[in-house]
């Protein structure tokens, strides 16, 4: 068995001989790396929240000069009032930072690399330095996209999606090098995603400790594991798209310009081609780390375990001939909007399975709720309110009326806030300890995630009345319309809670950084959960575990008849004698 | 309800009556799954003394919520094909249409008329920038393109949406049913005027249409 | 830089070992992104209004003819040298990896000729569609192809220092199977752009 319960600090010259650049910067310890992403995304996701509270003053409070817009410069905001140009490279690049630099590391470049070995048992990646150039290309990926900022013409203005031709033409958009940084950075990003996916799946099917077949896998690997399968298909497909974008820009290509023959609809095919399977990757491995969370908080075994994984490839399958779905408006064929519409309706079933199974696994246990668990749930109350707006988007008449509004708006921020980001709280609140060697405050925990929850849903939840009245996307000013006159004051409120919301997140960031000095060293096994990770010491060694462990069962034997406790680690091995009947139980 | 815009097209009331079936749909799904959600968070905190169940799952419950969905989208699905085709299925346009050409730019909206003889591409054509003027309880298919870059023709009182593609010329139909004005937005990122790249929709009378169309051909007429 | 620990064991996989296994993963997102541009050039051509260009007009079709058949020589030289490598035999390990570094580098050479002439007749990226996909295709292509040619420059350096000794096969067989991969996606090309 492993180390000692008390937390070992590391030592800059530990005794593997490592240097402190070796230990910390250029390592090949898939913790660190996952650390490093950890870091790095959570910037961009402060980076992506301030730019969407400039967007939100905007809307509150049309041509209004912004409190601290006097230090932009004229070019973005003279007399601190927001410029039309400046707006639409603010919307471009909320979604831009949010999707690519914050939710998908924080997902897959934070939490693939930290759990992947650990939690299968084994000693690292297939490919240790593969992973290390894979976080070493993300970084000049991001610089390059925020360079875009500064160069003349400003940012891309066309959105996060890049239709074309408004992103191709510099002569119609006024923005030149702004995109072609953007394409730049999405490009060299990809490679970044594409080498950690080769390593993720790799090691998932190369290197699982003995007794770890594929049904004793936690699900956050499976998801993990089914979404770098993903990764691995579907951002070459944007690598390809961006480059036939950037020789339109810049060679004079003529793919999606239609005066020599190009297509603006093939923009669009390509790009949801990838985007679609992009934004399951965006929510499976949440879901996935999600029931590891509810499983442990329930002190239950997850319900419908099959079904569970089973819904996981159905999603990741379907995913993929989805995509037209962002196109029913598009002036592609009609017919073919139906098919879509068959496909985007089915993917709903996989989706309600995964959520029933949850409420399955809470019915029944014995809840606590401690700060992930918190997170977890509130995932799944979030989800539920997103996959249930996307009904009415995929119903392609109502859709007609919807594409385009702010219901859109509503229903993405619920799937990748109310869904993702609970879940990567969550997560962060989960692994923390393992990650550190510290606890996190609970009360802070606690403080975050209700203050969290009630502003979230107060800036999110009115988007749908402000799409049902026909509020446009991507819109400078509103006030513009008689129609949308009466929104005002909602979009005031919308505005006023977002500012709150971002206050909201001042407690996780001091509990973050205060934590990670002062916090409560942690034992082996907080949480009394069954992964591998949670059998050797916090944080994780060098090389994981000093012996290869062997797996004897599944990853959620809570409250097991077999043993005393109320977990069962899966490493443990047990006498398959039941133990005496329970007292009167439920 | 005065959620939705006002409704004056012949099929609004359709896609309307659409979203408030599934608004039942899903909020019957919403309720029930919420209070579950917060009914076993009451019912199963720890408490001391008690364990958890130890059940890995249930095959019939999982059935039974497979097929509850799948029954249900389903049923969304059969019912959103037959009218999504009878709005956009481009065999279903309805005859004795007033036709009218919008080319989208940017920023602004350029509207073809046929003149007193109905006939677009002929002499007596005239355009007019962002005032859309039809008749009442008649059919209007627009032929619908763009000079630029991508737009989208959007009428929230038509519940009509269509994006307008450089390269390539989209027909759209609708039917008014009420005469008055309303508003016409651009609803895809056409760029940095996107925000106000609006257009006034007239609604007339038949008679006051005919009016209309015939005051415009004469030498005064023009914007 | 410090190894991680040896696993004692794991369970069954793939059945195939783990760097083999990186490379189909690897090969798998290529096949992706040569499909959105191969896909994307389907759709514009045959979405295209005018006649598309002969490539007989345009294109010198005898010498990249000659230019296929060096890279499919050239993956045949691969399969010998990956056959060199498992019996151990050193030194036609190291011919048959120079002779496929020499074919490659000629193909990348060829290529690099042709489209010197190309744009000199003025044939251009910003030459209509046919412009537009020819030269992205071919051009990323031929990308593949040079980074193909370093790494096998690389393996074979390594070959000639006795890096693959005693049957050790495996970086052998790994650069092969992408230097097969990039000859595959060629044909493809040729036909495709060229020849139909």
Redesign the interface.
Known sequence: MTTAAVAERPTAAGHDGRSFIQRYIFTTDHKIIGIQFLFMSLLFLIVGGLLALMMRWQLGYPGQPMPGGGMLPETMAPDGILLPEFYNSLVTMHGTFMVFFAIMPLLVGVFANFLIPLKIGAPDMAFPRLNMASFWIAVPAGLLMVAGFFVEGGHAGAGWTAYAPLSARPDLSGVSLGQIFWLLSLAILGLSSILGSMNYITTVVNMRAPGMTWFRLPLSIWSLFITAILVLLAIPVLSGAAIMLLFDQTLGTHFFNPVEGGQPLLWQHVFWFFGHPEVYILILPAMGMVSDIISNGSRKPVFGYHSMVFAIIAIAFLGWIVWGHHMFQSGMNPMLGTTFMISTLVIAVPSAIKTFNWLGTLWRGSIHFHTPMLNAIGFVAMFVIGGLSGIYMATTPVDIFIHDTYFIVAHLHYVLFGGSLFAIFAAIYFWYPKMFGRMMSERLGKVHFVLTFIFYNLVFFPMHFLGMGGHMRRIYDPTEYEFLQPFQPMNRFITVSVFFLVAAQVPFVVNFFWSLFKGAPASENPWKDNGLEWTVSSPAPHGNFAETPTVYHGPYEFSSPLVDDDYLPQSRAVDPQPRPAPAAGD | MGWLPESASTYASDIDLGFWVITVIVGIAFVVVEAALVLFLVRYRARPGRRAAYIHGNTTAEVIWTAVPAITVVAIGVWSAGLWSEIKGRDNFPADAVHLAIEAKQFEWNVTYPGPDGQLGTEDDFTRRNALEIPVNRPVVVDLTAEDVLHSFFVPAFRIKQDAVPGMTIPVWFEATKTGEFELACAELCGNSHYSMKGRVRVHTAEDYEEWVRSQSSPEAGQ | ??H????????P??G???KK??MW??L???V??????I??YI??RF????TWPVPTETLNIPLTALNTFILICSSVSMVKAYAAAVDDDQKWLKIWLLATVIMGAMFVGVQVYEYYHLIHDHF???S??F???F??MTG?HGFHVSMGVLCMSWVTIKAFRGGYAGGKYQGVEVVGLYWHFVDLVWIILFTIVYLI
């Open positions: 830089m410090a991680a620990a040896v696993m004692s064991g794991a369970e996989g793939a195939v070992y783990t296994l990186g993963t690897f798998a997102s290529e992706m992104f040569f499909t959105a541009l896909g994307s759709v514009l979405g295209a209004a005018e251009l990226p910003s209509g569609l412009g537009s996909t030269y992205t990323f």
